[in-house]
């Protein structure tokens, strides 16, 4: 079974000429806007400071090495862009407009950078969640909170990039990053939107129902194409966009959201029928567990359990392993340490989710056929 990976080997000596970009083109500068690119590419949008993406590989690989630095820069990411590096079809993509912002007084984690891989031709891929606990927290603001700073964020860089080239553009985002690609490109100007030829969000969260029904929305809305794995729960987030399409994956649960496990075919996504009991489940009793809660209930709830992590001196996920011993001592610490009324709340809200999802299966039990979910245009839009 090919994945993306393969994919790229298989396409190595086609250029864009030769075979049309698709999806998952789109995929591949995805994924490489993970990697960290601070200091080596440029900020700006400007032709004299376009590089090479041959050139940037050979400057990533002689500042970080080949070996992962971190969580998101793990080795598939590594492989994918050695590998793209060195094909003719990507190897000559100019990259630019490299941005990465963390800020921890905002709680904002946010990230883009342009690729220009034909004259007159960008992509704009937006970074999605790192391994910063800010940028998880952010995440699960979007469970209450209409607009989160890394939306504005992409909307503000989406119009500086549109506005400083010349040409289409086609955005791109996996998981929150595919969030923001679908906010930023409902949000700019309806002359900008008419420049953009494709919206590709990979798993990603979708929006609030109020920004679905915006004019900018129902304007982009035909530019858009969502792609989720059968096991999807990050991508069934509020609500999804309508009609995406279920990608086989050689992986199960959350692992699915990792794409280097979808399936590839004939240079396209193996698509599936439908998505797995197990995704509809989670997905209801997520939904189920944020409605029947207020909006200071899960501001505070996510605040005090990500606050503990901060506390504790942990701002990365890769920091709470076994060796630092020392720092999780300081987070059990600190969790003993709350007050009476904020350790209550932590243990009342997640047992609730826990109940929701027991609650949810176990009626499962008594309704087997699961047929009328086949249909998966109406399975996406109906899940609200």
């Known amino acids: 079974m090919a994945n993306l990976i393969q994919y790229v080997a298989d396409v190595a000596h086609l250029n864009f000429y030769d075979l049309a970009p698709s999806a998952l083109d789109a995929l591949v500068l995805t994924e490489l806007s993970y990697l960290l690119f601070d200091d080596l590419v440029p900020s700006g949008f400007e032709p004299a400071g376009q590089l090479r993406l041959a050139d940037l590989a050979e400057g990533y690989f002689q500042k970080f090495g080949d070996k992962p630095t971190s969580v998101v820069s793990h080795h598939n990411r590594l492989t994918l862009l050695k590998s793209a590096a060195a094909t003719k079809r990507y190897k000559n993509i100019k990259v630019l407009g490299y941005v990465n912002d963390y800020d921890l007084d905002l709680q904002k984690q946010f990230a883009a950078v342009t690729y220009k891989w034909q004259p007159g031709h960008f992509h704009i891929s937006f970074r999605g969640t790192d391994d910063s606990i800010i940028g998880w927290k952010e995440d699960f603001h979007m469970t209450y909170m209409r607009v989160i700073p890394a939306q504005l964020a992409a909307q503000s860089y989406l119009t500086k990039a549109m506005t400083q ?40 969260p979708g929006l609030h129902q109020d920004l679905l029904e915006s004019s900018g929305y129902r304007h982009i809305e035909p530019k858009i194409q969502s792609f989720i794995p059968q096991d999807s729960i990050i991508g069934m987030m509020m609500t999804p966009p309508r009609h995406a399409r279920i990608v086989k994956s050689r992986a199960a649960g959350l692992l699915q959201h990792d794409t280097f496990n979808w399936i590839i075919e004939d240079k396209q996504f193996a698509l599936a029928e439908s998505l797995t009991t197990s995704s509809i489940q989670t997905d209801q009793a997520i939904k189920s567990w944020t409605e029947q809660l207020t909006e200071d209930e899960l501001r505070d709830f996510f605040d005090i359990l990500f606050g503990l992590f901060l506390d504790a001196g942990i701002e990365r996920i890769g920091m709470a392993d076994t060796s630092s011993l020392q720092q999780l001592q300081t987070l059990i610490a600190q969790k003993k340490g709350l007050p009476i009324e904020q350790t209550e709340l932590l243990d009342r809200l997640s047992k609730q989710l826990v109940d929701n999802l027991i609650q949810v299966r176990r009626e499962q039990l008594f309704k087997p056929d699961i047929s009328g979910l086949r249909n998966i245009p109406e399975q996406i839009s109906n899940l609200t």
């Open 165 to 204: 080239l010349t040409g289409v553009v086609s955005i791109s985002g996996h998981s929150k990053g595919g969030n923001l690609a679908l906010y930023a490109a409902s949000q700019v100007s309806q002359a900008l939107q008419d420049r953009i030829q494709s919206v590709t969000a990979f798993d990603a």
